[in-house]
């Protein structure tokens, strides 16, 4: 008894501490509290995790060094095969993997996280990425920070809005932590997580990736993340900047297509775990034999591309030709690594992937063009801006890929560059992919929801959406019975149609309301109709009919013979609760 009333007495006090301090600073005041909270706890998260995975990334040149070359090859396996342990075993679940769900549950009003995500991405995040696991960490911090975030609104209970608005804080603090950009952080929140509640509450946004950042320096210490020489961009380099932004959309595009399509062929194939284990663990070692470099987040390759790849590992394919295929290869396998890494059973994410793969991308393409015309591109440069590409075009995140680039690298010099191939990558990849890497299986699996239409109905036909209870009225039809149709009719655009079902006119509900003469007719009042669309036309089409003629309904027209009306309230997205009071 002596113990529960211990327990009783802590969880009181707490939650009257929680009144005081909310009747206090306010609601506001009170989400910037925790929003900061949240943010220094997900930066000490955030920061164990790269320690470990830094301390653990040193074995593999402590075996090399010591002709241990069997036991390096089979340290990555290694990795995924702790993580998948760990995380099966000694945490009794696999942590999840990806952000779409993050996305999903923030969505659908659930900010519910498991206190193990809060803790356990630390650990098996680092055994994957140290041990050479092809992917990064920054995924996993994120997903620690909305842990963090969401259990830090369930301990205050705090209602739902506010939960989610804690587990955004979150993810923006774990990008911070992790490149040390509270900038990007932010945006990251606004652009990717949870757009119209980031807009929402952006000061405990700010605050708490600032919050984040503080963590990390004082762990890391201050300065960019890469060391970049600073060359200024001539206008002649304009035209290759514009190329490499379309450049970076299809390779974008790739990603996405090959973590989508590739991850699922394994569970398919492979649906027992510990089978696909061993087939993640078996490709995984082979392809890393062949492209070590591959190996981890890849951001020392990356470091040695800013410093003009001469070192160790890119030395030996310094000579034209085999540099440049191993450039090809790093591009185009960089991504299958990262699927035999997290779809077999170890922790990262996909965010650090297409830096790296947009780095190499920039600097094939760089390398190139120097090559076989003559010029003398600044390698460093595209190497930047091609990270910046090939990540808006997988996150669809603009401004995020802009300003990470730039806190990353320190180099303002690049500004314009980067807007160029970031804005490019973005269009281009859209317009050949809808999703982004992280909501490409939400819209697979017809989940989501109050996004662009393209994204939601872009292959629904017109068909399904047409209403056929209309008042079809003749073209010699008087105002008298005109107007009495009207005012009994569901839809008050009125059809005028003749003997064969064809369409003459429809008499809009401004200018019958506004006619005065009795002998007026259907005829005189009718207007063209300035748009029809057919049955199989797809709902793209009518959204975007719907916004530039800004029209309530649109006829619809089979065979010659008018059928029906399509609303424009069925191709809307309904607003976020919350939003219209926002």
């Known amino acids: 008894m002596r113990k529960e009333r211990i327990v009783f007495d802590y969880r009181h006090y707490f939650l009257r501490s929680v009144v005081f301090l909310y009747y206090h600073l306010g609601e506001n005041g009170f989400l910037i509290l925790l929003g900061v909270v949240t943010g220094l706890v997900t930066g000490v998260g955030a920061g164990a995790m790269k320690l470990g995975a830094a301390r653990l990334s040193e074995f593999a040149p402590y075996l090399r060094e010591h002709g241990w070359l069997l036991p390096a090859l089979l340290l990555p396996a290694a990795g995924l095969a702790g993580a998948f342990l760990l995380g099966r075993l000694l945490l009794r679940r696999r942590p999840a993997t990806s952000l779409s769900w993050v996305i999903y549950d923030l969505q659908e009003k659930q900010p519910e996280m498991s206190w193990l995500e809060t803790f356990s991405h630390i650990f098996t995040s680092a055994v994957t990425v140290g041990l050479g696991g092809s992917a990064g960490l920054e995924t996993p911090s994120v997903l620690t920070g909305a842990a963090i975030g969401s259990k830090t609104g369930w301990l205050c209970r705090l209602s739902v809005d506010k939960r989610g608005t804690l587990m955004v804080c979150g993810t923006a603090a774990g990008i911070s932590a992790v490149f040390g950009s509270p900038i990007a952080g932010a945006l990251f929140a606004l652009e990717v997580v949870f757009p119209r509640q980031a807009r929402r509450r952006l000061v405990p946004i700010l605050l708490s990736s600032a919050g984040a950042a503080i963590i990390a320096e004082l762990i890391f210490g201050s300065g960019s993340m890469f060391k970049v020489p600073s060359a200024p961009w001539p206008f002649h380099s304009l035209p290759y900047f514009i190329l490499l932004g379309i450049l970076c959309a299809f390779v974008g595009v790739y990603i996405i297509q090959l973590n989508y399509h590739f991850g699922n062929r394994l569970k398919k194939a492979f649906p027992n775990r510990w089978v696909r284990l061993g087939i993640g663990c078996a490709g995984l070692a082979g392809l890393l034999w062949l492209f070590p470099i591959l190996a981890g987040d890849g951001y020392n390759f990356v470091q040695m591309l800013f410093s003009g790849a001469d070192k160790n590992h890119l030395q030996s394919w310094n000579h034209g030709c085999n540099l440049l295929l191993l450039s090809l290869a790093a591009v185009l396998l960089k991504v299958v690594g990262t699927v035999f890494t997290l779809e077999c059973g170890g922790d990262g994410g996909i965010f650090a992937p297409t830096m790296f793969t947009g780095a190499f991308t920039g600097f094939l393409l760089a390398r190139l063009v120097n090559d076989f015309t003559g010029l003398e591109l600044s ?66 699996k017809h989940l989501i929801e109050a996004i662009p239409l393209q994204q939601i109905n872009r292959h629904t036909p017109v068909g399904d959406a047409i209403e056929t209870d209309f008042s079809a009225v003749g073209a010699q039809t008087p105002l008298a019975e005109l107007r009495a149709t009207g005012e009994s009719a569901k839809i008050t655009y009125l059809p005028v149609i003749d003997a064969n079902r064809k369409l003459l006119g429809i008499v809009m509900p401004d200018r019958l309301a506004a006619a005065t003469d009795p002998k007026l007719t259907a005829a005189a009042l009718m207007m063209e109709p300035l748009l029809t669309l057919s049955p199989k036309d797809d709902a793209n089409k009518a959204q975007i009919s719907f916004e530039i003629y800004g029209l309530d309904y649109l006829p619809v027209i089979d065979g010659g013979k008018f059928i029906g009306f399509v609303p424009k309230t069925r191709f809307e997205p309904a607003p976020a609760a919350g939003e219209a009071t926002a």
């Open 379 to 444: 390698e460093a440069n595209f190497v930047a801006a091609g990270m910046c590409g090939v990540f808006t075009s997988s996150l669809r995140a603009p401004l995020t890929g802009i300003f990470l680039i730039v806190e990353v690298t320190g180099d303002f010099m690049l500004m314009i560059p980067l807007m160029i191939v970031s804005g490019l990558s973005y269009f281009t990849a859209k317009f050949f992919e809808p999703y982004s890497v992280y909501t490409k299986v939400l819209g697979e």
